[in-house]
């Protein structure tokens, strides 16, 4: 017989629904199931075995994140079956950049109530995210917080560790003058910038139902696009071109995340006519009247990810790039400098 407690559930927690939501998620679990899983989920840790062979030093990557106040968004619009997507994202194309083959993904989901199928819902799309990214997810956490988070709102938030040979680390060690930065399409906005968003649009459901001629849907579909994730197109790559440094473009947009991958010594000039600006970022520089600078050290202006290789190298990156689905664009080069990044 399962716990119960009605004195629990008078006080807002129903564990009856906790184990009816894990009941729910393991079809979405099994889904992710990969090579070195040990242990299903229920246990007190996951258990994941890796496969070293062929590695002479295998090193640990981990990142996490969260969504952050994209997460408003899905409240509003009442959808929940993506927004797992942007929290694995957020964390494996963290540890792509250092070269990384995600291994195994936990999240930890924080609610005001427990609705069995709202949680089923939200980690279907964490599956979703697994899946893209090859890895699985081992296992998780979902906290009832009643009184900490109105009823019907939620946290979510990842952690991911993933294995590199320490010879195959990506670390920008070997960039040199002239090296060209490639920039990959990103699907809008991701999940970054999102409290200038929610500011500028003045977000409610009848504002993201808003259709716009320019995106091709409404304002929240386009909003809601869910973090595109690079790992496969990263890892292909880094199999057939000298892949030097690799920078995800994350809150604090150009500015912030690409002196990160930058040489000691070394800058990233920008040509930003060089790639297509997304029509979302097009659309909130005029609502909002937000200067150009600040886009650019906000949002990653439709280039999701950047990668350094060779100068002779970049027509071959973009090509192969583009045979995995990814647009991909030559957007600068590597230049000696203390700026980190120049955008001209």
């Not at 129903?14 to 242990?39: C, F, W």
């Not at 294995?163 to 991701?190: K, P, T």
């Not at 459901?205 to 808003?210: A, E, F, R």
């Amino acid at each position: 017989m399962k716990n119960f407690s009605g004195s629990y559930k008078e006080a807002g927690v129903d564990v009856t629904a906790g184990y009816e939501a894990v009941e729910l998620m393991k079809q979405h679990v099994a889904r992710t199931n990969i090579p070195g899983v040990v242990s299903g989920i229920g246990s007190f840790g996951g258990l994941f075995q890796p496969n070293f062979s062929g590695m002479k030093a295998p090193v640990l990557v981990s990142g996490t994140d969260g969504v952050g106040t994209k997460l408003r968004l899905a409240f509003l619009m009442d959808k929940h079956d993506t927004i797992g997507i942007d929290c694995v994202a957020m964390c494996v194309n963290d540890v792509i950049c250092c070269g990384a083959q995600p291994l195994f993904f936990l999240d930890y989901l924080a609610v005001g109530k427990n609705f069995p199928e709202k949680i089923a819902k939200i980690v279907s799309g964490v599956a979703d995210g697994c899946v893209q990214s090859n890895c699985a997810l081992v296992g998780g956490e979902t906290a009832e917080m009643p009184g900490f988070y109105p009823i019907d709102e939620y946290d979510l938030a990842g952690f991911c560790v993933g294995m590199v040979d320490r010879d195959n680390v990506i670390d920008g060690s070997n960039m040199e003058q002239g090296d060209a930065i490639i920039g990959i399409q990103s699907s809008g906005v991701h999940s970054n910038g999102f409290s200038l968003v929610r500011k500028i649009f003045d977000v409610n459901p009848q504002n993201l139902k808003k259709y716009y001629q320019e995106l091709g849907m409404s304002l929240g579909e386009a909003l809601l696009t869910p973090t595109k994730i690079y790992v496969r197109a990263i890892l292909s790559l880094m199999q057939n071109c000298n892949v030097k440094a690799v920078s995800h473009v994350t809150g604090g947009g150009f500015y912030e995340n690409l002196p990160r991958m930058m040489k000691q010594g070394y800058t990233a000039r920008i040509k930003i006519n060089s790639f297509p600006t997304l029509p979302i970022f097009d659309l909130i520089q005029k609502v909002g009247n937000v200067p150009t600078p600040d886009m650019y050290s906000t949002f990653n202006m439709g280039i999701g990810m950047c990668v350094v290789v060779p100068k002779e190298q970049s027509e071959k990156a973009i090509a192969f790039l583009k045979t995995s689905g990814e647009e991909a664009f030559f957007i600068g080069t590597v230049e000696k400098g203390e700026e980190g990044v120049v955008l001209c």
